[in-house]
């Protein structure tokens, strides 16, 4: 996409009046054609971004994009989103205050960014300085996942000089569903019983647990 092909082009005395403004971009897609040439242009080859199979293995569940690559596309998200100054020959990029990485970019996601102007400081008669607080959203397939467990267990009990034996039996089935990298809904049956040679102490017995979890 060329530079600010589809954007406004703003005279420099309205820049002061839209202090406050918000401006979002198009999306883009990290995929992971992109990450491995970022991986490759940076040498930044670390697995977690160029190995799935190994990816997979951990916390991230996949692939991710460098958070420097996320970074470097602010460039292009400006250019779909910032008004362009009436007159301006071009622009640089003057640096960041603070930069922090909040959220993974699994390989597959798109992404936009959403800027804020926050300042607008006019450095001589054709040059002005445009402060704008920026967070990229991050928008990716959602990921399910559905494990399944089963134990089950045996015991057998001989009650010397009382004439007594029981054998002990349990099965429990399991399941954790992932809904999204925050919510997991795991739940479990269990079924216990007893047979005994003592009329009166056979017994069966069911339970149910269901419990939510959130991930932050």
Known sequence: MSDWADVKTTPAAELA???GRDFVSRWLTVDQARIDAFAKVTEDEQFIHVDPERAAETAFGGTVA???LTLSLLSAMAY???PRIEGAAHGVNYGFDRVRFVRPVPS???VRGH???RAVTPRSAREWQLTYDVSVEVDHALRRWLIAT???GYGHDDYVGEGRQDDRYYGIAGLIYKLNPLVQIKGQLRHDWLTS???GNAYQSTSVLLTLRLQR
């Open 17 to 19: 009046g839209m202090v």
């Open 197 to 199: 040679t003592q009329s």
């Open 80 to 82: 779909s989103a910032l």
């Open 150 to 152: 089963g134990t089950f």
């Open 115 to 117: 800027f804020t102007l």
């Open 66 to 68: 460098h958070g420097f």
């Open 108 to 110: 597959g996601s798109r």
